[in-house]
């Protein structure tokens, strides 16, 4: 099997996060491997080893795990977190006329560099802690014209049958989904718990390639935006209000606040 | 004037209150077609500002899912020549959203929280600390919007159902689906729609009678901390936050919640927001319009009581 696994670098959560120019300001911001797709990195790892002869993903598994990022150089940093945890490879996309992409371009570029690559399963993690769109797995795709399966809470992989099964909760319910490969995938924060990388893990990932790749090696150029931002203006941290302690009628009180305000 | 598609999506053939919103927002830019798929649940639309009511069949959206949404969509634009494609901003609907964008090479604006005349949206975003207006620059501009952002505006809806066929694409018959259990509904409101939402956290220690109680005394809906729903003490389907789900009600009771910043943002958009927490340095009192500080096991039963004391 050959498994590609989306990432990205976002701004730490704990970053205050500001807007200049109409894109967020990523320079200015700590920047870490966004954390929904280490569970990706996880699941991939874990469908790996449970069809590896040695029980371990890498060389003598028979398969394969490639990242594949888009974002400035220093994204690569994102891609060796990635590859200490154990993927084997990685392929960065990086163009100055990538800056401030929106989803459309991302799941665009995201695509072409997956078509040359073969793979059987994409997987992703279900969004991103800065853009937070949660769309661009769909947009995937649906540009490569492959079975979606997205906010998997779990997976299951038959390489002999080129089948995948995942169970998702939704505002429906709970389903079982079935498709064969190729496939893209999302999956929940629950599936998995991301491993840490070990001192040797981080030593063997030092070795592996990165393949930068710029829109042209892609066959693609620059296209304008599909939307604009007008204008983001900070709203005023929202003001602590009342702070009352409980001494017996903390309850009543908040009723009757909340009468005087009239939202009850 | 537009001509707007707005995408009416049921659960269990119950069509939810955002599907309203979806009208009140469209008719401000023009005229309003409502896209039904699968079944005619045109009597359930009948308070709404709606100029025409297409149904779509020959795609399975039970069995395909979002894809064959987007192949229903996607046939009702081009017959209709909609300027204007509106979904609710859930997890199925911006995928929705997004892929049509694909098909169509449409600019896609999601979670929106207002939207003008002049198709300029509004949106909240970096857990609300900055408020962002944007517009779609292609001819055809996709939009999904929050639930619970907009008063509904009445009006009337056309009485006769157009019915439309759509042929599935082939990569939508890729993935199926092979069972469904439909998510047991309790008689609360729903999460994203309720105007009144209590949420409990690992302060409850798993006791959720008080929260529940609170609730049921507001008419709200029950929210959970994802601390909460990790110790199976409520259902995923319940937590709130950024990998739960977006609320924005007028009102937020938030119940032995610290205020993670991964929970602040699925709730930091509602309009006020009511804290009761034991602890006097916990961070949820930061964005508290009014806190608490107290045993939500002592504070909850007590505003419960003055609730139904009101009655
Ligand atoms: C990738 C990722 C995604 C996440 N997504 C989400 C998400 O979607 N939603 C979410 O909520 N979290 C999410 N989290 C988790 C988040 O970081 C916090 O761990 C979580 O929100 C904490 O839940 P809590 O506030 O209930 O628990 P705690 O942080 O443990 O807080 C419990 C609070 O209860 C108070 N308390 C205890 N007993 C009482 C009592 N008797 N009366 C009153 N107060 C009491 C305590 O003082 C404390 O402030 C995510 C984390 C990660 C890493």
């Known amino acids: ?264 | 004037m537009s001509s707007v598609a707005i995408l009416i999506e049921t659960i269990d053939g119950v069509v939810p209150k955002s599907a309203g919103e979806l009208a009140t927002f469209a008719k401000r830019m023009g005229e309003v077609t409502a896209v039904m798929v699968g079944g005619d649940c045109s009597s359930q639309l009948t308070n709404y500002s709606i100029d025409s009511l297409v149904q779509v069949d020959g795609v399975d959206v039970s069995k395909f899912g979002v894809p064959a949404y987007v192949d229903a969509i996607a046939a009702v634009i081009a017959a209709k020549n909609c300027d204007v494609l509106l979904v609710t901003s859930g997890a199925r609907g911006k995928e929705i959203a997004g892929r049509v964008a694909v098909r169509t090479n449409s600019g896609v604006i999601t979670d929106a929280i207002d939207i003008d005349s002049e198709k300029i949206a509004t949106q909240s975003i970096f857990g609300g600390s900055t408020t962002v207006h944007s517009q779609v620059t292609t001819p055809l501009a996709i939009f999904t919007m929050r639930s619970n952002s907009v008063e509904i505006v009445e009006g009337a809806c056309a009485t006769s159902v157009e019915k439309l066929s759509a042929t599935p694409s082939t990569a939508t018959l890729k993935a199926e689906v092979l069972a469904l259990e439909p998510l047991v509904k309790g008689g609360r409101p729903e999460l994203t729609e309720a105007a009144i939402v209590v949420s409990g956290g690992r302060g409850t220690n798993g006791d959720f009678s008080a929260v529940e109680a609170f609730a049921d005394s507001l008419g709200a809906a029950v929210g959970a901390s994802r601390a909460a729903t990790d110790a199976g003490w409520y259902p995923h389907s319940h937590q709130v936050g950024q990998t739960g789900k977006t609320v924005s009600p007028s009102l937020y009771v938030a119940c032995g919640i610290s205020g993670a910043i991964q929970h602040r943002a699925g709730m930091q958009t509602s309009k006020m927001i009511v804290a009761i927490n034991k602890d006097p340095e916990a961070p949820i009192f930061e964005l508290a319009d009014y806190g608490v500080v107290g045993d939500l096991f002592a504070v909850l039963p007590s505003a419960t009581a003055a609730i139904s004391a009101r009655k």
């Not at chain 1, 894109?23 to 080893?49: F, H, Q, W």
């Not at chain 1, 888009?70 to 891609?79: F, K």
């Not at chain 1, 040797?200 to 930068?212: D, F, L, P, R």
């Open chain 1, 1 to 264: 099997m050959k498994i590609a696994v989306c990432v990205k670098q976002v701004p730490d959560s704990w970053a205050e996060k500001k807007m200049v120019n109409g894109s967020l300001d990523r320079a200015g911001v700590d920047a870490v491997l966004n954390d929904l797709d280490e569970y990706a990195v996880e699941e991939a790892l874990k469908i790996i080893e449970a069809h590896s002869p040695t029980g371990e993903a890498g060389e003598g598994s028979g398969h394969s795990i490639t990242l594949i990022t888009m974002g400035p150089d220093r994204a690569s940093e994102a891609l060796r977190k990635g590859l200490s945890m154990g993927a084997d490879s990685a392929i960065h996309i990086s163009d100055s006329a990538l800056a401030g992409a929106d989803s459309l371009l991302t799941s665009h570029v995201l695509a072409e560099a997956i078509k040359s690559g073969n793979f059987d399963l994409v997987l992703c993690g279900t969004e991103s802690t800065d853009a937070r769109m949660s769309v661009v797995p769909a947009m995937i795709a649906e540009r490569l014209g492959w079975a979606q399966l997205t906010f998997a809470g779990s997976v299951v992989v038959d390489p002999a049958a080129t089948k995948v099964e995942i169970s998702r909760v939704t505002e429906i319910g709970a389903e079982k989904m079935q498709a064969q490969f190729p496939a893209v995938i999302s999956v929940v924060e629950k599936i998995n718990e991301p491993r840490y990388p070990s001192f040797k893990g981080i030593m063997a990932a030092k070795k592996k390639s990165i393949e930068v790749k710029a829109l042209a090696d892609l066959g693609l150029s620059a296209t304008p935006a599909w939307s604009n931002v007008k204008d983001a203006t900070p709203r005023p941290a929202r003001a602590a209000g009342l702070k009352v302690e409980d001494s017996g009628n903390g309850g009543s009180d908040l009723v009757n606040y909340l009468a005087e305000k009239r939202v009850i």
